[in-house]
């Protein structure tokens, strides 16, 4: 049998190449992302992604569950569409005050200040933000035991959005983590906007729990072939497509699913929304969440209608 302090030391070789790992890659990410900066952009805007119109001018609204939720999972995302250059107005509509553990009336408050950040980061012509907190645990309970009425949810967007032809932003079907509260957003805005002319894109969840948790890993693959892709003349492009077929321009620069990359000021934007506007979920755990999701480096959209 093997002695305690042997087993510690045999331990520690996959955490030491873990570390390493993730340090090696977000060095590796730091270059791409200021690398893709300099070769698809003049320097003058801050974007490492390519929006299509059809999220651009728009009034648009984020349907979460909990604080936290606009942060943890559409940080990129807000981050991106509020950049002045868009011309769109944000909005945020949270169903619950994130109850479960009887702090609704904090997490109300922190939501505010962390919508203070990802709001309002670069500034904009367009109206202020609007953020709205239902404090209705009969019909929106902060649980992991049931999901919400699709009707209800569709009602309370119906209150909120002041536009005919708005752009509603949520979760997908499997919820990002398969939670029955996000998961009833998807269902209550599929309700929303069968009955209205408004369009819905949600935030695609990710395959696996290695995607989920890969940080920079698999988003410095996407980055590296944006890289190529950006200039298909270089010798880099040139060398990679030899070895391997040709990236498509086209699949990568505006087709769907829309894809939203984080730039380093985006990232750090993110985690001081997350750890000062949210200060009281800051346990242990988040800062591993931090360290390794990759929600705060890539967000996928994909439109429904
Ligand atoms: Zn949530």
Same mark, same amino acid.
């Given at each position: 049998m093997?002695c305690?302090k042997?087993?510690y030391? *045999?331990?520690?070789?996959?955490?030491? *190449?873990?570390?390493?790992?993730?340090?090696?890659?977000?060095?590796?990410w730091i270059?791409?992302?200021?690398?893709?900066?300099?070769?698809?952009?003049?320097?003058?805007?801050?974007s490492?992604?390519?929006i299509?119109?059809?999220?651009?001018n728009?009034?648009?609204?984020?349907?979460?569950?909990?604080?936290d939720?606009?942060?943890?999972?559409?940080?990129?995302?807000?981050?991106?569409?509020?950049?002045?250059?868009?011309?769109?107005?944000?909005?945020?509509l949270c169903?619950?005050?994130?109850?479960?553990a009887?702090l609704?009336s904090?997490?109300?408050?922190e939501?505010?200040k962390?919508?203070?950040?990802?709001?309002s980061?670069?500034?904009s012509q367009r109206?202020?933000?609007v953020v709205?907190?239902?404090?209705d645990? $009969?019909?929106?309970?902060d649980?992991?035991d049931?999901?919400?009425? /699709?009707q209800?949810?569709?009602?309370?967007?119906?209150l909120?959005?002041k536009t005919?032809?708005?752009?509603v932003?949520?979760f997908?079907?499997?919820?990002?983590?398969?939670?029955?509260n996000?998961?009833?957003?998807?269902?209550?805005?599929?309700?929303?906007v069968?009955?209205?002319?408004a369009?819905?894109?949600?935030l695609?969840?990710?395959?696996?729990?290695?995607e989920?948790?890969?940080?920079?890993?698999?988003?410095?693959?996407?980055?590296?072939?944006?890289?190529?892709?950006?200039r298909?003349?270089?010798?880099l /492009?040139? /060398?990679?497509?030899?070895?391997?077929?040709? *990236?498509?321009?086209?699949?990568?620069l505006?087709? $769907?699913?829309?894809? *939203?990359?984080?730039?380093?000021?985006m990232?750090?934007?993110?985690?001081g /929304?997350? $750890?000062?506007?949210?200060?009281?979920?800051?346990?242990?755990?988040?800062?591993?969440?931090?360290l390794?999701?990759?929600?705060?480096?890539f967000?996928e959209?994909?439109?429904v209608?």
């Amino acid at each position: 049998m093997a002695c305690p302090k042997c087993a510690y030391s *045999i331990l520690r070789i996959p955490v030491r *190449i873990l570390a390493k790992l993730l340090f090696v890659s977000c060095l590796a990410w730091i270059v791409l992302t200021n690398a893709l900066l300099c070769y698809l952009h003049d320097g003058s805007s801050p974007s490492l992604s390519t929006i299509p119109v059809e999220l651009t001018n728009k009034d648009i609204y984020f349907l979460i569950a909990h604080p936290d939720d606009e942060v943890m999972f559409f940080g990129p995302t807000i981050l991106e569409l509020s950049l002045p250059k868009y011309n769109n107005s944000m909005n945020l509509l949270c169903l619950s005050t994130g109850n479960g553990a009887g702090l609704g009336s904090t997490r109300e408050l922190e939501l505010l200040k962390s919508t203070q950040i990802l709001f309002s980061l670069y500034g904009s012509q367009r109206p202020q933000p609007v953020v709205k907190i239902v404090n209705d645990e $009969a019909r929106f309970m902060d649980t992991m035991d049931a999901e919400w009425d /699709a009707q209800l949810v569709a009602e309370e967007l119906g209150l909120f959005v002041k536009t005919s032809d708005a752009l509603v932003i949520t979760f997908d079907e499997g919820g990002v983590s398969g939670h029955p509260n996000h998961v009833s957003l998807f269902e209550g805005a599929k309700v929303y906007v069968s009955q209205t002319p408004a369009s819905l894109y949600t935030l695609s969840s990710a395959s696996s729990v290695w995607e989920k948790y890969s940080f920079t890993l698999i988003t410095n693959w996407k980055l590296f072939k944006r890289l190529v892709a950006s200039r298909p003349h270089s010798v880099l /492009a040139q /060398a990679f497509n030899r070895r391997f077929s040709p *990236i498509e321009v086209d699949t990568l620069l505006g087709g $769907a699913p829309v894809e *939203i990359y984080a730039t380093m000021n985006m990232f750090l934007a993110a985690v001081g /929304a997350m $750890a000062w506007g949210h200060y009281s979920q800051m346990v242990w755990f988040r800062y591993g969440w931090m360290l390794l999701s990759r929600y705060l480096t890539f967000n996928e959209l994909r439109l429904v209608q």
